[in-house]
């Protein structure tokens, strides 16, 4: 008993009994809960029209009544999990209360321990209820593909959950870095199905779409009356994560003051409801994730500098696509086989120019702009093979002039590796390029080039260019 808790949370006893009344009163008081007790269902009428309550412990048989008349006229809030208490003899009582929206019940006598067991039990289904409010879709059907070019990402993902193996609890949070598209939510999903809390909810939220007046309400939750439309409390994010993993996309997308909040949320384990006074335990392992360099936006006052310091712990960083041209074939492969089973289609091979449009691309959109184009070519090219027809002309565009000027070919949005990059290699690929649309023509690659003929031939002398 001594490790349970309900701190922070409201529970309503509606019971005529009274030392039943008052046992169930002591023994949630202990357990740090805040209480209401009500002899009569008119004294809960009166409590219910003026407050909310996160549970309540709803007896069947009242002096003035039956305790499910206050179900039937629909006075509890829809964040409230309604237990009813009943006697041996009076189980269909039971049945009919969760008929009406009761989630449990406890047959009299009960412990307090069976009493503890049935809150948490309800208190997970509200969790539940509240997450599957809020997501469209968090599976993850394909896994994720590391490849060559993502294996330091994935040493950094096992060390992480190796110290979560053994910390178990109060978990460092987790900050995510990389282009839109990149894959910074599959990864995300990834460590939380890979690690510890895999059982426990991972709720995800878009932060850029949080309208500013309601973002506080969604990740902390409200009491009833907190603001206009507060008709009734309101269970928030951070409460329906407890146990698991909150992922914030976009994180610098909230205003100042509210990064403030989620600061001490991470620091102190607690949240505060809109218009509420009482802290409530939260323990939720927070992933962020940003598109932005948050060094600048700390520098430019966008974003705080004591929560980035709190964040970059634990920095996980996801190269572009276009740095990772190695594994674009067989990541796409990957990708295509998810595709086909959601088509409820045969498996679809890759052409060998498709897989040169594949590698040649340069893909701004990343592997969301990835995953489109073979969406895409699986729906619409009639071929045994996919060629990425529609590619080819992408790719192609920019060469209408019949050359390539350096503001063509050169990407300014290109992000270097953190492992670095190797100048030698990007070179040859260059000549490699040359050589391949001269059709392996040495003075003519030469002249593409700008440089001597010797200088090519001395690159593939030494062997420093490999053949397909």
């Keep these: 008993m001594a490790d349970i808790s309900f701190a922070g949370l409201s529970i309503l006893i509606v019971e005529d009994e009274v030392l039943q009344r008052k046992r169930l009163q002591i023994s949630l008081e202990r357990l740090d809960a805040d209480v209401t007790a009500a002899p009569t269902i008119e004294a809960a009428r009166e409590f219910l029209k003026q407050f909310s309550f996160d549970f309540a412990l709803l007896d069947v048989n009242l002096p003035d009544g039956l305790g499910t008349d206050l179900l039937k006229e629909k006075l509890f809030g829809t964040s409230t999990g309604v237990i009813v208490m009943t006697a041996n003899a009076d189980i ?15 047959v009299k006598p009960f412990d307090t321990a069976e009493m503890t067991i049935v809150i948490n039990r309800t208190r997970r289904t509200k969790q539940t209820k509240r997450i599957e409010e809020h997501l469209r879709d968090t599976r993850n059907e394909d896994g994720f593909f590391f490849g060559k070019a993502l294996a330091p990402l994935r040493s950094h993902l096992d060390k992480i959950i190796a110290a979560d193996r053994r910390m178990e609890n ?4 987790v900050l995510i870095v990389g282009e839109t598209g990149s894959g910074k939510t599959r990864i995300a999903r990834w460590l939380k199905e890979n690690g510890p809390r895999a059982e426990q909810p991972l709720v995800e939220v878009n932060c850029s779409a949080l309208p500013e007046s309601l973002a506080e309400s969604e990740l902390f939750g409200h009491e009833k009356g907190a603001f206009t439309d507060a008709k009734s409390a309101r269970l928030g994010l951070f409460e329906a994560a407890n146990g698991g993993a909150l992922f914030l996309d976009e994180l610098p997308s909230l205003s100042l003051g ?15 409801r809109v218009g509420g006074n009482k802290e409530i335990p939260v323990d939720v392992r927070i992933i962020a994730a940003t598109n932005r360099d948050l060094r600048e936006e700390v520098v430019a006052g966008r974003f705080r500098e004591d929560l980035f310091h709190r964040l970059d712990l634990y920095r996980l960083v996801i190269p572009p696509l276009r740095a990772r041209s190695e594994d674009i074939v067989r990541l796409s492969e ?12 045969a498996p679809r091979k890759i052409s060998d120019p498709g897989r040169k449009r594949l590698r040649e691309h340069a893909w701004p959109g990343n ?12 729906v619409f090219e009639d071929s045994e093979q996919l060629d990425f027809a529609s590619l080819a002309q992408s790719n192609s565009s920019s060469l209408a002039s019949g050359h390539l000027d350096e503001s063509e070919w050169f990407n300014e949005r290109f992000n270097f590796p953190s492992e670095g990059f190797s100048l030698e290699d990007g070179i040859n690929r260059i000549i490699k390029h040359a050589l391949e649309q001269t059709n392996e023509n040495v003075s003519a690659a030469a002249r593409l080039l700008g440089v001597s003929r010797d200088y090519v031939r001395y690159r593939l002398s030494e062997k420093m260019i490999d053949a397909e």
């Design 92 to 106: 269909a009582g039971a049945v009919n209360a969760m008929k009406l929206g009761a989630v449990d019940y406890l």
């Design 258 to 272: 509210l990064q403030a909040k989620i600061l001490k949320a991470i620091d102190d384990n607690r949240i505060r």
């Design 367 to 378: 592997v969301r702009e990835l995953a489109h184009e073979l969406e895409r070519a699986i």
């Design 170 to 173: 109060d978990l460092p949070p």
């Design 334 to 345: 990957t990708l295509i086989e998810g595709l086909c089973r959601k088509h409820r289609l």
